[in-house]
């Protein structure tokens, strides 16, 4: 296969400032935009940390309140502000990570320094405060009553019992309602830190221009002595009865979903990028129309076209999560059990088709190099060494169905867990 990275890959320029930023440029001149984006290294999950050697508990959604209050300002409202400036913005907030990104004009950088402003100056108004909970209060409920959510939280309790992943990245009505200034702002000050932060800046700008905008805007910004160290506590055992729930559905679902790196330490890095595309090509060729085992369930209608795989990897943690409506529950989960664990025998049975599958891969990623946005949000920080999608499509390119195999036997994976919903 020709070398991709010769012909159209941007160039990715990086660099740590003095005070532990890291900084990710992405001059794509070809663009009429810029996307820039600031990522956190706290997310949903962090919620026990260490200080002073004692274990301290955060309220649950306490990262996505707080992404909620970043953009309020004294006498403003940021997203209010970049919208007057004609730019969009958004942020979100994961297991592991906060993120805020804003879309601007070309070589405009008003919203760019707008988004290092507001990310550094935290303005926590009681009253907002209190207005704000009640609004994640109403956003709780309503995914309470939207059943993709309920039976993907349903499944998740059952693969990390007890562990913050269980819950709902907003928290319950409960811990919103316990979140106050105070907690807003340690939480900030353990957090949003340099050291702990990323900006990634992708599309048409001046590379030295950005860079000293960067630079200025954390110039009075230091990284404290002290920052938050989280406890990923251990992990109960999956609960390997199916549960059965009742959802506002016309058909059974069912969700199945597996844990892996089983009693292993996850890996970080760039190896992990690599170790994680082989597990996604695995799970791609073993539930797809290249195994005769998955065609067999298609054409028995036990599956259809809502059959979804999902592999998911962020900072501690990486599981596989399979959703399908089907006629016969019990029956779909003892099949789509056995093939998760006789995989590696699957994998070898189905290899003369890997350099296919691989190759459908590397395109849908290949093409979101001509998205900005894509290029910069699917950044996961410090949890992969800090590669961007680039190196995703160049790792991606050089693997080899023998490493592939050799990476899947090295993981080790959980029993496996299941939900079933059933219409009420």
Known sequence: ??????????????????????????????????????TVDFGARDQVYLQDGQQ?????????????????QPGYDAFTKLSELGDN????????????????????????????????????????ITKEAKIIGQEIDMYQDDPASRLYR????????????????AGTVESVESINSVVLQHAFDLNYQPKKMDVVIAGAFDALEVRDIVKDAFTQQSSADKVAEFVQMPLQPVEVEPLEIDLETIRNKVAIGQRFFENQVVPTGIDAIKQASALSLVMDLVFSEFSPVYMEWYDEGLIDDSFSVEFDWERGFAFVNLISETPEPEHLIEVV????????ARFVELSDAFELVKKDALGR???????????????????????????????LQNLSQVETLAILKTVKTSPVASVIARPN
């Open 154 to 169: 349903a499944i998740m309790a059952r693969l990390y019992p007890g562990d913050p992943l269980a819950e709902d990245i």
């Open 365 to 395: 990623l290949i093409n979101k190099l001509n998205s900005l946005e894509e290029i910069v949000t699917r950044f996961e920080g410090q949890t992969f060494g800090g590669a961007m999608l680039s190196d995703e499509i160049t790792i």
């Open 1 to 38: 296969m020709k070398n991709l990275t010769n012909h159209f890959m941007p160039v990715v320029g990086h660099e740590t400032l003095p005070n532990g930023l890291s900084l990710h440029l992405v001059p794509r001149p070809e663009f009429h935009q810029l996307v820039a984006m600031v």
């Open 89 to 128: 913005s958004n942020a979100f907030t994961s297991q592991t990570r906060t993120s805020y990104f804003v879309t601007s004009q070309g070589y405009q950088y008003a919203g760019l320094k707008e988004l290092l402003n507001f990310t550094q100056t935290p303005y926590f108004d009681e009253t907002e």
């Open 337 to 344: 059990s056995a093939e998760l664990n006789q995989i590696t």
């Open 56 to 72: 301290v508990v955060q309220p649950a959604g306490l990262a996505h309140f707080l992404e909620h209050k970043m953009f309020a």
